[in-house]
């Protein structure tokens, strides 16, 4: 398994900021007042124990929340600069930006080029066949799944593996070019061997996407992020550099949950 | 002695088999209660009684059930040994006839005899059915008696009543369900059996293949070869119940599925879904009528006035698409189902990519939910083309073989109900054809649901 030194690169430029964000469900208010900014350069791993709203706070950045009909979001979240809820910020465009990558691998029941073509085809990006049979073979390659596939992508998505599956939609999230990929719990359905692919693609789509993941594995966290975000009770306790997080703690509950006293 | 009084005799029994055999099981269990063994007893003291009360009541009831199967014929046996019977007719027919007129009189189903011969019987056949109740009842006691004693004696502590009571239970649980069973491969069997006499008149072929049905020209003596091709009626039927109504049904009841699955908000699924299915349970005559006094006026008169031919009062059209519209809830029902069963992720993941909602449904969800959709249209086809009364109504009786939808077709189930409905024989090829139609039918829809529930059990596996 890989182990690069986590060196965190200077925050060249700021993809996605979150000023004092709260999200409520009816009358109960999970996010409490967040404040956060996600870098290009640098992979930012949300922890927290079960319930802190690091999956509700994650899914208000490409606006997955509206699906929910009771959510409702305040606040501001900008994505190079634009407000992504103001009225004059199309959803389609949002979500084109800012992919998502869910806890279970969820590819639809069609074929594995089907799977890939399904983001370029609803958004126009491929002129023809010769096209986006280029942009599939390039987004399984990004993923590292093009060797494994390349003499079955006709085959049905759901026939693969777990792991191959889970690349297959990080695949199919890289597809239409985002500029932000949002990962929810990725591997949390996955085991060691198929984690471990996972989390050396995160290592190397770093730099090229802006890569914001959830888990509640700190090894995780600590292998794969360079930034550090720690949610508890709907608010971020604390953010910043990962070894800082992870070695010399600020906050007495951040130092509480990675030491294992409650989580 | 009368029926109800041997019921109510037996019925009493039993009651008294239960008490006491309650009773002396509760006696014996104090007693053996007190050599402190916990197997020294076994079931409750309620269990003795009924243990013992069943014992009482079922060899008595499947005696009588026999007896009432086999004393008719030895009561006629005895009225046959009396002198009076002597004079009866050699001729078997005016025989039974004057001895089922002595019958009733003697039952007091009939007031007076029609035919003198048959008031002689009448006292012989009195005194031989007051004679064979009487045996009758008191077989029915002795066995009652019998069968209670000789379980009043098993009544002790450890004797496991219990067990035996569940096993009885379980026998008459499983009885009840193969009954269903039982009677629908009876009817399977009398439709293959008059199916058989049809297709030894007529040659299935031509049944099968041939394109003139007239079974009155047959009855006429014009002979059997042209009469019974029942081509003109598969199309009907399928014009009717496969085209027609599913053009109806298949879009309207996919798109409420749809509408109600993903867009309504859950206030407006709340009403409208039960409404939806209520359409279901409106009785199928009525839209019969309304096929017929409604619709099909109507269609006439839109036909005649931009100048279709052949347009007829009774059309196919006006009962394809009230058959559509009662087949709605179904379609709408199957397609709610398998659209719901998606998993949510499905969702999200083509949201997330950037999907609109209609994007999401006519890509993913759809084509994931079409095996269960494809279940909900088969079953549908099943349910219009056995529909009845909708056709009887509003498409009419002429044979036609054609392509307009404006004219007047029949299909197999009308008629069915024309072949048997009035006077007939029942050993001509014409009332026999209703069989056959009922077979054909009977295999097609019988087809139609094996694939249907397959496709649709292969669906639900997909997602578990």
């Keep these: ?226 930034r550090t975000a720690f949610f508890h009770l709907g608010e971020l306790v604390e953010y910043g550099v990962t070894s800082d997080i992870f070695t010399n703690p600020r906050q007495e509950r951040t130092k509480d949950y990675i030491t294992g006293r409650y989580g | 002695m009368t029926g109800p009084a041997i019921f109510l005799l037996l019925a009493g029994l039993g009651a008294i088999a239960w008490v006491s055999a309650r009773a002396r099981a509760l006696r014996l269990q104090t007693v053996a209660r007190t050599s402190g063994r916990r197997d020294a007893v076994h079931s409750l003291p309620g269990y003795h009684g009924w243990y013992v009360a069943l014992w009482t009541l079922i060899p008595a009831a499947i005696f009588l059930a026999i007896w009432a199967n086999v004393s008719p014929g030895l009561i006629t046996q005895t009225v046959l040994s009396d002198p009076a019977a002597q004079s009866l007719p050699a001729d078997a027919f005016s025989r039974s006839a004057i001895l089922g007129e002595a019958r009733n009189i003697a039952s007091g189903a009939q007031a007076a005899a029609f035919n003198p011969a048959a008031q002689a019987l009448v006292e012989p056949y009195r005194s031989a059915i007051s004679e064979y109740g009487v045996i009758g009842a008191v077989l029915a006691l002795v066995l009652a008696f019998a069968g209670g004693a000789y379980a009043f004696t098993r009544v002790r502590p450890d004797f496991r009543a219990r067990t035996r009571v569940e096993r009885l239970v379980m026998a008459s649980l499983l009885i009840a369900s193969l009954l269903a069973i039982v009677t629908t491969l009876g009817i399977v069997v009398s439709l293959l059996w008059e199916s058989i006499r049809f297709f030894s008149m007529v040659n299935p072929v031509d049944f099968l293949f041939g394109t003139k049905w007239s079974p009155q020209s047959a009855a006429l003596g014009y002979g059997n070869k042209d009469a019974f091709g029942a081509v003109p009626l598969f199309w009907g039927t399928i014009f009717i119940g496969a085209i027609i109504a599913m053009v109806v049904a298949i879009p309207l009841g996919l798109m409420s599925a749809i509408y109600l699955t993903q867009y309504a908000r859950p206030q407006v699924r709340k009403w409208m879904k039960p409404i939806l299915e209520v359409l279901a349970g409106v009785p199928t005559v009525v839209y019969g009528y309304f096929a017929a006094l409604t619709i099909a006026p109507a269609l006439r008169d839109f036909a005649v006035s931009v100048g279709i031919h052949g347009a007829s009062s009774e059309s196919a059209l006006a009962a394809g698409l009230v058959m559509g519209v009662m087949i709605i809830p179904f379609v709408s029902s199957m397609a709610d189902d398998s659209i719901a069963a998606v998993p949510q992720s499905m969702r999200d993941g083509s949201l997330a990519m950037g999907a609109t909602t209609s994007e999401t449904i006519r890509k993913v969800l759809i084509p994931a939910a079409l095996p269960g959709v494809v279940g909900g249209v088969l079953l549908a086809v099943s349910r219009a083309i056995g529909e009845t009364m909708i056709v009887v109504m509003a498409a009419g009786l002429a044979a036609n073989l054609t392509l307009n939808p404006f004219s007047s077709v029949t299909t197999v189930t009308t008629q069915i109900v024309q072949l048997l409905t009035g006077d007939q024989e029942f050993d001509s090829a014409k009332t026999l054809a209703a069989f056959a139609l009922g077979l054909v039918l009977f295999i097609v829809t019988l087809l139609l649901n094996i694939v249907a529930l397959r496709v649709v059990k292969k669906y639900r596996e997909a997602y578990e």
Excluded at chain 1, 136 to 158: F, I, N, P, Q, Y
């Design chain 1, 1 to 226: 398994m890989m182990h690069e030194p986590q060196t965190l690169a200077p925050a060249t430029e700021t993809k996605m900021t979150a000023r004092d964000v709260k999200v409520f469900y009816g009358d109960k208010q999970a996010i409490k007042g967040v404040s956060i900014d996600v870098d290009m350069d640098n992979v930012t791993a949300f922890i927290g124990p079960s319930g802190c709203g690091k999956s509700t706070f994650l899914r208000t950045l490409n606006r997955m929340n509206d699906t929910v009909a009771s959510a409702r979001v305040e606040g501001a979240i900008t994505l190079d600069g634009e407000d992504i809820y103001a009225p004059s910020m199309d959803v389609v465009q949002l979500r084109a930006r800012v992919g998502m990558v869910f806890q279970k691998p969820n590819p639809f029941p069609k074929s594995i080029y089907e799977n890939i073509a399904y983001g370029p085809r609803i958004h126009g990006l491929a002129a023809g066949k010769a096209d986006l049979d280029v942009i599939v073979e390039k987004s399984l390659r990004r993923a590292g799944l093009w060797d494994e596939v390349k003499d079955r992508l006709h085959d049905s998505g759901t026939a693969l593996s777990g792991g191959q599956q889970q690349r297959l939609c990080i695949g199919r999230a890289i597809a239409v070019e985002p500029e932000v990929i949002l990962m929810d719990e990725p591997c949390s359905a996955l085991d060691p061997i198929a984690t471990a692919k996972i989390e050396e693609l995160i290592h190397e789509l770093r730099g090229r996407y802006a890569i914001v993941i959830v888990t509640h594995n700190m090894q995780q966290a600590a292998r794969v992020s360079q």
